[in-house]
């Protein structure tokens, strides 16, 4: 397997535009997250999904994000309308329920989208 | 106050030292520590997996919880320069479906490991 796709790699745009992020988890897991991470603040966990269904938005920091899982093999985190603020890496993971090679959940991430905005 | 606490370093040291990583937290539901590794400009990978208290060995590396202290850590043996990165420390609640695949993350410790 591929492991967890994410595109694009970096972004540059500029404030009040609107940025699209795009992840797609390993085959067959049916867990998604996504996550921010920048130096102040570490890993964030924005939102995840069981089973295309969305489980926790709580991290989300407001209403100008939003996430999507339309289907098995394919998830969007859109920022709408960004801000430098929002400058950060943006990381998928994808996991499978229950105990594996005995490592229970574990959580497998992308290569992350690098977001910068002017 | 954060759930779970990390000094985020960075720490530097010598080939062949003794690294010791930390982290502590309030949760008590806690049951399930990992540690993962993320080299620069790459997604984290798990190193280290842990269910409740005990040691757990792997090569060169030694992952502790000690639950009734709330207190977990890392240990790397004989560190070489591959080792450089930064190791976040990383816990959930347990096994139950939707609550135990959730992570919670320490900020993480950037470490240098000079030859």
């Known amino acids: 397997d591929a492991g967890v796709i994410q595109s694009p790699r970096h972004e540059v745009t500029e404030m009040g535009q609107e940025v699209t992020l795009r992840c797609k988890p390993i085959?067959?897991?049916?867990?998604l997250f996504w996550y921010r991470q920048t130096m102040m603040r570490g890993l964030e966990l924005l939102i995840y999904f069981n089973n295309n269904v969305p489980i926790d938005d709580s991290g989300m920091p407001e209403d100008r994000f939003s996430a999507k899982m339309p289907n098995a093999s394919f998830s969007t985190l859109k920022i709408q309308p960004s801000e430098p603020r929002d400058s950060a890496v943006y990381f998928c993971?994808?996991?499978?329920?229950?105990?594996?090679?005995?490592?229970?959940?574990?959580?497998?991430f992308g290569p992350g989208t690098r977001l910068t905005v002017l | 106050q954060k759930e779970v606490e990390q000094d985020p370093g960075p720490l530097s040291v010598p080939e062949g030292a003794i690294v010791s990583l930390n982290c502590t937290y309030s949760n008590s539901a806690f049951q399930y520590f990992m540690w993962y590794r993320q080299y620069s400009r790459k997604g984290p990978e798990l190193l280290m997996y842990?269910?409740?208290?005990g040691n757990k060995e792997d090569g060169r590396f030694t992952a502790q919880v000690d639950k009734s202290s709330k207190y977990i850590s890392l240990f790397i043996r004989d560190s070489q320069p591959s080792d450089s990165a930064t190791y976040l420390c990383a816990m959930t609640p347990g096994s139950k479906k939707t609550s135990g695949s959730r992570l919670t993350f320490g900020e993480g410790t950037q470490l240098t490991v000079n030859p």
């Open positions: 993971a994808s996991s499978l329920y229950g105990l594996r090679r005995g490592r229970h959940n574990e959580q497998f």
């Open positions: 085959s067959g897991h049916d867990y």
């Open positions: 842990t269910y409740s208290s």
